[in-house]
């Protein structure tokens, strides 16, 4: 799968893995957050200080959390600091092209959080969670967005993928051999 295919959510989950998956942790990389940004319609680079990739961490482990316990419930506390994300800006009015729209008044590093937690919201609440899954490679860590029609997809990558068939066609051949 390209890696940035799906929500920002998502994206921020799969951040987690890169150190060990291409042994490098982009996270810390310009390129990692320029993608994050266009995610999250955010035209400007935004600097991103230390105890910001702090807040991102937490943010993701919260996610993580979530995802890996399946919580549903809207109720739970976990749900707590997510909704603060989302009152943590303020939008206003301007007329763009004689039209009246609604921007945020200012885009900084608390209207990242803000874009990305709406992205878990808009999805983790309705029929679209259905398309967040585990790659079904066990080793791999990695969430996917599954935007196939029937559901199929399975696997992150080509690489997970063909790793899984050599692993079950070796099985198989065993399994005949004995
Ligand atoms: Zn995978």
Known sequence: MNINNGPAFIYLINSFWYKSK??????LESEWLDHLFKKCEIKSKLQITEQQYQELYELRNIFQKILLQNIIN???PIFDQLQENIH???YQYQIMDK???LQPKKVDFYYLIHKITLSFFEIW???EKKKVKCCANPQCGWY?????????KQYCCN???SLIKVR???KNKNNQCL
């Open 22 to 27: 291409y042994e490098r942790n982009v996270c």
């Open 74 to 76: 809207q109720n739970h």
């Open 88 to 90: 943590k800006i303020s």
């Open 99 to 101: 039209k009246l729209i």
């Open 125 to 127: 609440f309705s029929d």
């Open 144 to 152: 996917i967005f599954d935007t196939t029609k029937n559901l199929t």
């Open 159 to 161: 690489t997970c993928a």
């Open 168 to 170: 079950r066609f070796r």
